[in-house]
């Protein structure tokens, strides 16, 4: 069976994480109760139903995007959900891991897959990273000849099984030059722009920001944080199970998004 060390290697190759924003939390947070790794789960959001899943699946490692814990803690006790969720896994036996931006950003990561999702051409980093070209902060490519903004939110909501999208500036006009950043991608916008784009993909972005972006005459496709990430951990878990042989990799199926589209008729 393989190693703790063997899996967080092949982890650090699939996503470096010198490619991590400067503020995120990434690599092991927590240390499992064994060096031997049989089972990862992966998952977006580490939340109490995913660390139930995976104590009852007896996962050696949860690779959690989002990490968890994000900032430090002064006490672990039951009194907090994060508390809860960490004592769950540690008891368990457990370990944590998160990539987190260092996903976001590597070659072949998320925001690459979902420049392959929406077919753009000519994809390249926003910010290309210095040391590897092909990674870097966000992506940006060419929509195809005709299409509009509302193009690509059909695109990518039909790509990742979304029935709303959300969009900031007409829906009619050419989406033109397209830059992705999955996740939050609200206080990109100047980025973006420095890249030459008229269209942001992302999750999700605040009022103030919708109102900065549509200013500044870029319009956006929001399709949800949950949906801009999510699909890239079963990704994560196919390419940690094929690269390992022995190893036990799987997507949670309890990892859901806590937001419901509801239709509200007369």
Do not use: Y
């Not at 672990?76 to 931006?101: E, F």
Request: proline letters at 5%; aromatic letters at 2%.
């Amino acid at each position: 069976m393989p190693s703790l060390a063997q899996v967080t290697a092949e982890l650090e190759r699939i996503a470096p994480l010198r490619l991590a924003a400067e503020w995120d939390a990434v690599g092991l947070l927590v240390a499992p109760r064994q060096d031997v790794i049989s089972r990862v789960l992966t998952c977006l959001s580490l939340t109490p139903a995913v660390a139930a899943e995976a104590v009852q699946e007896r996962a050696d490692l949860v690779v959690t995007h989002h990490p968890l814990p994000f900032r430090p803690v002064g006490r672990i006790t039951g009194d907090t959900g994060t508390g809860r969720v960490l004592l769950d896994l540690v008891h368990g036996g457990c370990g944590v891991w998160s990539s987190h931006t260092a996903w976001d950003s590597a070659a072949g990561g998320i925001n690459d897959q979902l420049a392959a999702l929406i077919q753009l051409n000519h994809v390249s980093p926003i910010e290309p990273d210095a040391e590897v070209p092909l990674a870097g902060f966000g992506r940006t490519g060419t929509a195809g000849d005709g299409e509009t903004v509302a193009d690509v939110g059909r695109r990518i909501a039909t790509a990742l099984d979304v029935t709303v999208v959300e969009i900031v500036g007409d829906p009619a006009r050419p989406a033109g030059r397209v830059g992705i950043v999955c996740g939050s991608g609200g206080g990109s916008i100047a980025a973006v722009r420095r890249g030459g784009c008229q269209t942001l993909l992302t999750g999700e972005l605040k009022l103030h920001e919708a109102l900065e972006a549509e200013a500044a005459g870029l319009a956006v496709v929001a399709v949800g944080h949950h949906a801009s990430e999510h699909f890239a951990m079963r990704t994560l878990a196919e390419r940690l199970a094929m690269a390992i042989p022995g190893l036990t990799c799987q997507a949670s199926r309890a990892d859901r998004d806590p937001f419901t589209a509801v239709t509200v008729s007369d």
